[in-house]
Every structure is written in structure tokens, then in C-alpha cells.
């Protein structure tokens, strides 16, 4: 059984930053790699950004430049450091890990007013 737990969601003002964790945790195979995703009220979940095991990182377009993954091997730990956040960033933010199948945590939600 593996676990994602997430943290660092909250309520910021357009232009403000936040850091968002994940730490896994349990009986987990191989981690190929983790992930943020965010899903909005009423619309799909959209890929965020990646990190593999290997250090490569991936992210969607928009938001580019501002978002910044990254990873603590040592403590199974996933990071998203979000800069000149926009209101259009409100979602739930899901952290995925990859191994044997996906693994999904239960979501944190961030805020962001005008």
C-alpha cells in the first residue's frame, strides 16, 4: 500500500507564492517518477509537472517559468514551489507517483484571488 500525503495548499493573493509538498510513503516498488496535477471545479485534471527517477522534469506550458518541481530521494518527498501565482491557478493540486501503476494522493487545495 503506498501513500501520498499533501500539504502547503492555502488562500494567496495573485502574484504570491506557495510551496507544496508530497511525501510518500509505504511498500513502493520502484518510483519511475512523481507528479503534480491540478483539476478545477469543472474541468479535467491537467498535468502540472514531473519529475522521473532520473532527475528529468516536464512541465505544461502554462506554467512555465513560474513552477518549479523538485524531489528529496531521501524522504520519498515531492516539491512544486509556485511563483506569480494568477487566479487562473485555482485548483485542487494532486500529487501522482508512478511505479507499478499510479498512485494519487487525496489533493490540496490552492486559492488564488485577484
Known amino acids: 500500500q503506498v501513500q501520498l500525503v499533501e500539504s502547503g495548499g492555502g488562500l494567496v493573493q495573485a502574484g504570491g507564492s506557495l510551496r507544496l509538498s508530497c511525501a510518500a510513503s509505504?511498500?513502493?516498488?520502484?518510483?519511475?517518477?512523481m507528479g503534480w496535477y491540478r483539476q478545477a471545479p469543472g474541468k479535467q485534471r491537467d498535468l502540472v509537472a514531473t519529475i522521473t527517477r532520473g532527475g528529468t522534469t516536464n512541465y505544461a506550458d502554462f506554467v512555465k517559468g513560474r513552477f518549479t518541481i523538485s524531489r528529496d530521494g531521501a524522504k520519498a518527498t515531492v516539491y512544486l514551489q509556485m511563483s506569480s501565482l494568477e487566479p487562473e491557478d485555482t485548483a485542487v493540486y494532486y500529487c501522482n507517483l508512478k511505479s507499478d501503476r499510479d498512485y494519487w494522493g487525496k489533493g490540496t487545495l490552492v486559492t488564488v484571488s485577484s
Open positions: 509505504g511498500s513502493i516498488f520502484k518510483t519511475n517518477a
